[in-house]
């Protein structure tokens, strides 16, 4: 999670490295270390008992983090006895298992695997294939080493999700099979030649039809115009997951309720069908509603997000109450059916936040009542009209981002749609209330250790995926997320990609820097992504700024996921310190979407005119005098422009007087990343604009506007979704991304 990472942050400079040289003289654990119960336990459960910080230094996970961290994964080890007891518990389970629950195969070759049993015992194995078939194509061997049989699968596997059950002497075993392309294919359209698009906040970007925020109707407009009048080939958007069902809404995109579904917030009720065929009196009723926002549109101040859907919702009441056709009708009887069960829990989940109040504060429902409680059944059959309501509404939603991705394609977008997936849900969410066992338990939540942008360390306040129950159910939570993610794009942005392979755990009370890693099966989860992703004609892009172990970064190319190349970060060796020099352009990845800058950076208008100085000096984010972070400011713009013109992007005297250039330079750092050989760019929509104001301040919360600035140009103005694609500026912008303006600076 950028955001959190603080990855984007300039404070990181070299007089601090000095100061802090790691100590690199110890790279691994001891052998007395390794020899100790508590370390054997944790390694055996999945645990990283030491890592290498972004500085280079090794660091041990102390004694407390382990033991808090086992307990989340309900495994004991609050004394030596109970240490004992647990490695002895977790032998005699490993020892039983037939097979592992999980299994990872690579379409097109062999997969062989052993079953723990003896090689004369009385076997019989079955695959069942996921469209419900037999496939037959597979051999029982012994084994001469293990003297355990091996299970041989044939190479013509087909991709999917498959069940393999075996029996041994009346003892059953069943495994989930995740056959998986071994790379996730580069589309055709894009091998051919490098395609670009556009990143934005959907929600900042409004019409007059707007209901003070923007909405699926405005995305809808936004990827046409995009196509049609810059030849953009997608549209990155923030993440769209599902809020809560009623104010206070939260207004972070990277905090959602559920990532299964989608925000209803977004919904444009003009779009709806059954909003065309109201009667007279119904249709005024939510026009009237609309009128009463309409005038915000057109304000450049934060948006009132609680204000915009407090609107919305009673008209999208009204139309929900309205007839629809049989036609209609039956097209959200196949929704509610497809959706599946997680359905019925979200919208029970929406209920209880409604009647009973946000489960918060004095609210104790989310902590006292389950979703079987019959108090909560009750509720259900009481409100049933609103409980259909919200899975209404989820029908709605789809829909209509269903109809922007189309509306992209047609119009002539490779890719259309990217989605971005954020790294968790909210501890007190649908998704962690639903289904409990899901999560780590004992209040566990996901961060990142001390590094030189946080030395405290920082806490997410998200509750980690339980991989023993990832494991053990062939992954199919994630599964879900990932396809309902690509119902409706052409590629999705997973944030903070390094929790397919870790998470950092911090158990509750011991704060951020006290935290240990837990891995993951990332073979299983990029095996997900590789099917999603193959079935969709789609692409994997991979957040990877910050400190990702090089390993990762290679095996997520093996399988064909973009990593993520940012301009203001992509110092040689990459160096973490404001004024090293950046990369030249052809030492870019090609594996890779390369942009210029990220939602947590002012625009590169305002970040070239220190606005972020400013901002975190006007907020008391800085823990050192403002000349000295302002210095390490200018020595990076510095850096920057010295590439800029090596490159002969600008000349001498353009770098001299950046602040009277400011739309010269950000249109040659564009031009320089059309040099790179990365398989996608991309420019911020705030950077065609000119706007100048931050979307997000990592560090602050109600401090600052949050994931509410509209979009507005460089004076202020708010542009309007009709009016962005037509403006000079962002037009030249364009045509720099299309490589049909070419600055010589000669």
């Known amino acids: 999670m950028d955001a959190q990472q603080g990855a984007i942050m300039t404070e990181a400079r070299s007089n601090e490295a000095a100061t802090n040289a790691p100590d690199t003289t110890q790279r691994t654990e001891s052998a007395e270390r390794l020899a100790r119960p508590l370390i054997k336990l944790a390694k055996a459960s999945g645990l990283a008992t030491s890592f290498i910080d972004q500085l280079g230094t090794y660091t041990e996970i102390s004694d407390d983090a382990l033991v808090a961290v086992l307990k989340a994964l309900d495994v004991d080890a609050s004394s030596d006895e109970a240490i004992k007891r647990s490695m002895t518990e977790l032998e005699a389970e490993n020892s039983k298992r037939l097979l592992p629950p999980t299994i990872v195969a690579i379409t097109g070759k062999p997969t062989?695997?052993?079953?723990?049993?003896?090689?004369?015992?009385?076997?019989?194995?079955?695959?069942?294939?996921?469209d419900g078939t037999a496939f037959d194509r597979f051999s029982l061997l012994p084994n001469l080493n293990s003297g355990q049989p091996d299970l041989a699968i044939a190479p013509d596997l087909p991709m999917g999700y498959h069940t393999l059950t075996v029996t041994v002497d009346g003892r059953g075993g069943k495994a989930t099979i995740i056959a998986a392309p071994a790379r996730i294919a580069v589309p055709k359209a894009v091998e051919e030649h490098q395609r670009w698009g556009w990143m934005t906040q959907m929600y900042s970007v409004r019409s007059h039809d707007s209901w003070g925020i923007g909405d699926y109707g405005d995305l809808k407009r936004l990827l046409a115009n995009a196509a049609e009048k810059s030849k953009a080939d997608f549209?990155?958007?923030?993440?769209?997951?599902?809020?809560?069902?009623?104010?206070?809404?939260?207004?972070?995109?990277?905090?959602?309720?559920?990532?299964?579904?989608?925000?209803?917030?977004?919904?444009?009720?003009?779009?709806?069908?059954?909003?065309?065929?109201?009667?007279?009196?119904?249709?005024?009723?939510?026009?009237?509603?609309?009128?009463?926002?309409?005038?915000r549109n057109d304000e450049s101040t934060p948006m009132d997000i609680n204000a915009a859907w407090e609107a919305k919702r009673?008209?999208?009441?009204?139309?929900?109450?309205?007839?629809?056709?049989?036609?209609?009708?039956?097209?959200?009887?196949?929704?509610?059916?497809?959706?599946?069960?997680?359905?019925?829990?979200?919208?029970?989940?929406?209920?209880?936040?409604?009647?009973?109040?946000?489960?918060?504060?004095?609210?104790?429902?989310?902590?006292?009542?389950?979703?079987?409680?019959p108090t909560v059944q009750t509720l259900v059959k009481d409100h049933h009209d609103l409980f259909e309501f919200n899975r209404w509404l989820q029908w709605i939603a789809a829909e209509q981002v269903n109809d922007a991705q189309h509306t992209a394609l047609d119009h002539g977008m490779t890719l259309g749609l990217m989605q971005d997936m954020a790294v968790g849900v909210h501890g007190l969410g649908a998704d962690a209330w639903a289904n409990p066992e899901r999560f780590a338990?004992?209040?566990?939540?996901?961060?990142?250790?001390?590094?030189?942008?946080?030395?405290?360390?920082?806490?997410?306040?998200?509750?980690?995926?339980?991989?023993?129950?990832?494991?053990?159910?062939?992954?199919?939570?994630?599964?879900e997320m990932v396809h309902s993610m690509y119902e409706h794009a052409g590629a999705v942005r997973i944030d903070h990609v390094l929790g397919l392979f870790r998470l950092w755990w911090i158990p509750q009370g011991l704060g951020a820097r006290n935290g240990a890693y837990v891995m993951y099966n990332h073979e299983a989860m990029l095996g997900v992504l590789a099917i999603e992703a193959t079935r969709a004609g789609g692409m994997v892009i991979?957040?990877?700024?910050?400190?990702?172990?090089?390993?990762?970064?290679?095996?997520?190319?093996?399988?064909?996921?973009?990593?993520?190349?940012?301009?203001?970060?992509?110092?040689?060796?990459?160096?973490?310190?404001?004024g090293d020099?950046?990369?030249?352009?052809?030492?870019?990845?090609?594996?890779?979407?390369?942009?210029?800058?990220?939602?947590?950076?002012?625009?590169?208008?305002?970040?070239?005119?220190?606005?972020?100085?400013?901002?975190?000096?006007?907020?008391?984010?800085?823990?050192?005098?403002?000349?000295?972070?302002?210095?390490?400011?200018?020595?990076?713009?510095?850096?920057?422009?010295?590439?800029?013109?090596?490159?002969?992007?600008?000349?001498?005297?353009?770098?001299?007087?950046?602040?009277?250039?400011?739309?010269?330079?950000?249109?040659?750092?564009?031009?320089m990343l059309t040099d790179t050989p990365s398989l996608l760019l991309q420019a911020a929509l705030v950077d065609g604009v000119g706007e100048c104001r931050s979307q997000n301040q990592p560090g602050t919360s109600s401090e600052y506007s949050n994931w509410r600035v509209p979009l507005a140009d460089g004076e202020g103005h708010v542009v309007h979704t009709n009016e962005v694609f037509n403006l000079p500026r962002v037009q030249s912008l364009s045509a720099v991304m299309r490589r049909e303006k070419r600055r010589n600076a000669s």
């Open 112 to 130: 062989s695997l052993t079953l723990n049993c003896p090689s004369d015992a009385d076997i019989t194995a079955a695959i069942m294939l996921e």
């Open 235 to 295: 549209m990155l958007i923030n993440p769209i997951h599902a809020g809560a069902p009623i104010p206070p809404l939260e207004p972070s995109p990277y905090l959602p309720e559920s990532r299964r579904f989608l925000n209803v917030t977004y919904i444009r009720p003009q779009d709806i069908p059954e909003y065309a065929t109201l009667p007279d009196d119904v249709r005024a009723q939510v026009d009237a509603l609309h009128a009463s926002v309409a005038a």
């Open 314 to 373: 009673p008209a999208l009441r009204l139309i929900f109450d309205a007839d629809r056709n049989n036609k209609r009708e039956l097209e959200f009887e196949y929704f509610k059916a497809t959706a599946g069960p997680d359905l019925n829990s979200f919208a029970t989940w929406c209920l209880c936040f409604e009647v009973w109040g946000a489960p918060w504060g004095e609210n104790r429902w989310f902590f006292e009542k389950t979703i079987d409680d």
């Open 441 to 479: 338990s004992g209040g566990v939540t996901v961060g990142c250790p001390p590094d030189f942008y946080n030395q405290q360390g920082q806490d997410w306040g998200q509750p980690p995926f339980n991989p023993r129950y990832l494991e053990a159910t062939g992954y199919q939570v994630y599964r």
């Open 542 to 578: 991979g957040e990877d700024l910050g400190t990702v172990p090089d390993y990762v970064r290679r095996i997520l190319a093996d399988h064909g996921v973009l990593g993520t190349d940012v301009e203001w970060f992509n110092r040689v060796d990459d160096s973490p310190n404001a």
């Open 581 to 671: 020099p950046y990369r030249t352009p052809q030492e870019y990845r090609k594996q890779a979407l390369a942009s210029v800058t990220t939602h947590d950076l002012p625009p590169t208008a305002g970040y070239l005119n220190f606005e972020h100085v400013k901002l975190r000096e006007e907020l008391h984010l800085l823990s050192e005098p403002v000349e000295v972070f302002a210095a390490s400011a200018m020595a990076e713009r510095t850096a920057m422009m010295n590439r800029l013109v090596e490159g002969g992007y600008i000349t001498q005297a353009v770098a001299d007087d950046a602040e009277g250039h400011v739309q010269e330079i950000v249109e040659a750092m564009h031009a």
